[in-house]
């Protein structure tokens, strides 16, 4: 997001935090501003895993008793979860799977 003081003497919060983040962690040469490789890194993480936190996301949201697991009843209480998932290939994964 861009910001325009448009007369406000005083920063906003997220401004200021967007720019310790800025300094701290995604200009890591220190050039004051990113190059294509910073970009990269801040836009794809190189040590976060998207299908592992799609799948944590899913048991989050659907496991209703909190037991780690999930049982045929608590995937079909949230089946629009599912279907809108990357992790099951938005629903396809759904109808190729016994398992499931």
């Given at each position: 997001?861009?910001?325009?003081?448009?007369?406000?003497?005083?920063?906003?919060e997220?401004?200021?935090?967007?720019?310790?983040?800025?300094?701290?962690?995604?200009?890591?040469?220190?050039?004051?501003k990113m190059d294509k490789e910073e970009t990269k890194d801040w836009i794809?993480?190189?040590d976060y895993d998207h299908a592992e936190a799609e799948a944590r996301h899913l048991v989050y949201?659907?496991?209703?008793?909190?037991?780690?697991k999930l049982s045929k009843e608590e995937i079909v209480e949230k089946y629009d979860l599912f279907v809108g998932s990357?992790?099951?290939?938005?629903?396809?994964?759904?109808v190729r799977h016994d398992e499931f």
């Open positions: 997001d861009m910001y325009s003081h448009d007369g406000d003497a005083d920063e906003p997220w401004v200021k935090t967007e720019r310790e983040q800025f300094v701290e962690f995604r200009d890591k040469n220190r050039d004051g794809l993480h190189s949201e659907s496991d209703q008793n909190k037991d780690g990357q992790a099951t290939d938005f629903g396809e994964a759904l």
